[in-house]
């Protein structure tokens, strides 16, 4: 379903760049209010209050403990809460000699491992959060009739921008001039060769990434230049709609796969084989306390403490 629900946005988006490419300069003004000298500072400011920032939303950060609480939740841990568990019955509870020592070392290796993960997670998000923070894009954006240059995040559809080579498209626009200009598409389409962009209209067998008068947010102008106006921006962008896709839900690691599998096998390979010992031993001994305890002992051996 969520995937459909993507789907339907993409080429929702995809059917407005459509739109766009294929009208007239004066209709395109008409449609987004806007005029040849940009907007007003005043009609900027209401539309990025009514629209948001221009910037990708990968979703809120999880508070901290939060974290904390996931990183525990990984299937070796919690096989291996079930096997110190099941080790309190063996070792203490039925046992004449009672012993913690092995539900300490267990317990104490599911608390270094989680934490190591917590911690290194942290410094992780906050390296993130630092190069995010020291990268700051600007954009030559029209407002008032003046050419000024401002963050990308303040951009809003109806703006009016100026691309040189070396700029970041900032957002889904339409060219209306063009001098010579190349954009690499490659962050889209995986292009290795730069596409050129025109102020033409688009033909009508054309796709939206096809378009040569659209430009989308997260490709760049490789030469020449040229003055476009904003259809889309944020997270209505087809960049947008990818990016946040692709984060909403990570896709697991090979890795991460083969420990979630090996947790599997190892839980039914318990599940197998305590029952089989347990009635197997309770038949021959006669003795279904000893039986149990060994079954339980069984499903201790299976599982490695070292495993996270």
Same mark, same amino acid.
């Given at each position: ?11 929702? +988006? ?6 766009? *490419? #294929? ?36 979703? #809120?950060?999880?508070?901290? &403990?939060?974290?904390? +609480?996931?990183? &525990? ?8 809460? @079930?096997? *110190?568990?099941?080790?309190? &019955? ?10 913690? *020592? ?15 993960? @917590? ?6 998000? #906050?390296? *993130? ?10 954009? !030559? ?45 490659? !962050? ?19 796709? !939206? ?68 010992? @347990? ?14 305890? &060994? ?14």
């Amino acid at each position: 379903m969520r995937k459909k629900n993507v789907t339907n946005k993409i080429n929702n +988006i995809e059917n407005i760049a459509v739109k766009y *490419a #294929k009208i007239q300069k004066d209709d395109i003004f008409a449609e987004l209010n806007s005029t040849q000298k940009g907007l007003t500072a005043e009609n900027a400011e209401l539309r990025l209050e009514e629209e948001g920032l221009n910037e990708i939303n990968y979703g #809120k950060n999880q508070p901290w &403990f939060m974290r904390l +609480i996931l990183s &525990f939740a990984n299937p070796f841990s919690l096989v291996l809460v @079930f096997v *110190a568990v099941v080790t309190i &019955f063996t070792d203490v509870l039925f046992s004449r000699e009672k012993s913690w *020592a092995t539900v300490i070392i267990i317990f104490s290796l599911i608390v270094i491992s989680s934490l190591l993960q @917590f911690f290194q997670e942290s410094k992780s998000d #906050k390296a *993130a959060e630092k190069l995010k923070a020291m990268v700051s894009s600007n954009a !030559a954006v029209m407002r008032d009739g003046i050419v000024r240059e401002m963050p990308m995040q303040e951009i809003v559809r109806g703006d009016m921008i100026h691309l040189s080579a070396g700029d970041m498209i900032p957002a889904d626009v339409r060219i209306l001039s063009a001098k010579d200009l190349f954009i690499s598409q490659a !962050a889209l389409t995986g292009e290795s060769e730069p596409v050129e962009k025109y102020d033409n209209l688009l033909n009508a067998s054309s796709t !939206a990434l096809e378009a040569s008068n659209i430009a989308y947010m997260g490709t760049n102008v490789l030469s020449g230049s040229a003055t476009a106006i904003v259809i889309e921006t944020g997270n209505n962008t087809y960049f947008g709609s990818i990016a946040k896709d692709l984060t909403g839900h990570r896709a697991q690691s090979s890795f991460e796969r083969g420990v979630a599998n090996v947790s599997k096998i190892l839980v039914r390979l318990m599940m197998i084989m305590v029952p089989i010992v @347990f009635v197997i031993n309770g038949l021959t001994k006669n003795s279904w306390i000893d039986a149990l305890l &060994f079954a339980l002992s069984v499903a201790v051996g299976i599982t490695p403490e070292l495993l996270p």
